[in-house]
């Protein structure tokens, strides 16, 4: 469970460095465009490099969004594994077990809920509490790199970078870097925003 919470924190950046105004203008038209963006679903690869095994291990799932609280995160291969959020409620399913939390009872998984949304959608850039954000433009795409601030994420991660298309200012990546150097990168593939998703993705049972 604290890997999916980890790589949610999220769910869900040679470059040149920008001025601080157009730093804030950057983020300005992420958020926007997280203000306009109704749904969003996808596919996502996510290969984790653990470096004291000198190992990868590959996975594939899909992720469903719609605004303004409610997402899917869905491992489909090697392993099934599904973690929904709709409103204060939290499932976890994994083969015949499903576990049900609600966050408003439990302040760390309240928390872990607002950090997640935030992320999937590109919020976390403007979350000064949470993140320092450092940005910079490469072609096609705006790389943030977001430095934690607090304890608890900290101990977590060293940085996290979130990759955005230029284009749609939608989130296209995300490397998670880990304190003992291991290292997460998720690319998502088949995005598809504002388009119909049936409620019953988000069931929680």
């Known amino acids: 469970m604290k890997k999916i919470i980890s790589i949610l924190i999220a769910i869900f950046w040679a470059s040149v460095s920008l001025f601080p105004q157009s730093v804030n ?7 926007q465009s997280a203000s306009e963006m109704k749904s969003l679903q996808c596919d996502f690869i996510q290969v984790k490099h653990v470096k ?18 409610m997402l899917r995160w869905e491992y ?3 392993y099934k594994y599904t973690f ?8 976890l399913k994994k083969d015949e077990r499903s576990d049900v939390i609600d966050v408003n009872q439990n302040k760390f998984f309240r928390e872990i809920a607002r950090i997640m949304m935030n992320s999937v959608v590109g919020k976390s850039l403007s979350d000064e509490k949470d993140f320092k954000t ?18 608890d994420i900290k101990s977590m991660f060293e ?7 230029k284009k749609n200012k939608v989130i296209s990546s995300v490397e998670l870097l880990e304190k003992n150097e291991d290292r997460t990168i998720i690319t998502m593939t088949n995005i598809r925003i504002n388009e119909q998703i049936h409620q019953t993705m988000f069931d929680i049972n």
């Open 76 to 78: 489909t291969s090697p």
């Open 84 to 91: 929904i959020l709709n409103g204060s409620k939290v499932s």
């Open 25 to 31: 203008q950057i983020k300005d038209e992420i958020n």
């Open 52 to 69: 004291m095994l000198n190992h990868e291990m590959k996975s594939t799932g899909r992720m469903f969004y719609q605004q303004t609280n």
């Open 134 to 151: 450092e940005i910079t433009v490469e072609k096609d795409e705006y790389v943030a790199i977001l430095l934690p601030q607090r304890k």
């Open 159 to 165: 940085r996290i970078i979130l990759h955005f298309d």
